[in-house]
């Protein structure tokens, strides 16, 4: 009896471990450039924004270039790091903080669900939030689903 219970548990430990495995290779990858379309209320924001991604395991970091919309201008403004980058699932969530004149003028929060190369999502803002969608580009390493 002792026996058939060890050989089951042996089993039942080979099944979780083969599991665990296929979850970790079907996970999501979002290392490479991605371009996101922005939909707003009143166009208040720039409509476009690439970001360059890099992923390793569940943390992934990053930048951009910000684009700032202002009085029916768009302003590029330098290179913001993206902050808190974290990928569960299919799930990606990160932030990129803002700054003028050297002090922190706010942060953007973006959350997104992503299915292969295509990101659906909503940024975040102190003046509300829209939603966006990202496309990886071309010459970015297909998605490995």
């Keep these: ?14 099944f979780a471990a083969l599991s665990v495995q296929a979850q970790t290779t079907g996970a ?11 939909k ?7 409509p476009s924004q690439t ?4 992923q390793r395991g569940s943390t992934v970091t990053g930048s951009t270039v910000f684009l700032l919309a202002q009085n029916g201008s768009v302003e590029q403004r ?25 002090t922190e003028a706010f942060r953007l929060n973006y959350a997104a669900k ?14 509300g939030e829209r939603q966006f969608t990202g496309k990886r580009a ?3 390493p297909p998605d490995r689903n």
């Design 114 to 127: 992503v299915t292969g190369n295509t990101m659906r999502g909503v940024q975040s803002t102190p003046r």
């Design 28 to 38: 999501v990858d979002v290392t490479g450039k991605w371009k996101f379309t922005y």
């Design 138 to 140: 071309r010459s970015s």
């Design 51 to 54: 970001f360059t991604f890099q």
């Design 78 to 102: 330098p290179t913001v790091d993206i902050r808190n980058g974290t990928m569960k699932g299919d799930s990606l969530t990160f932030a990129i903080k803002l700054t003028y004149g050297g």
């Design 1 to 14: 009896m002792v026996r058939h219970g060890l050989a089951f548990s042996t089993v039942l430990l080979a």
């Design 40 to 46: 707003s209320a009143g166009g208040v924001g720039p």
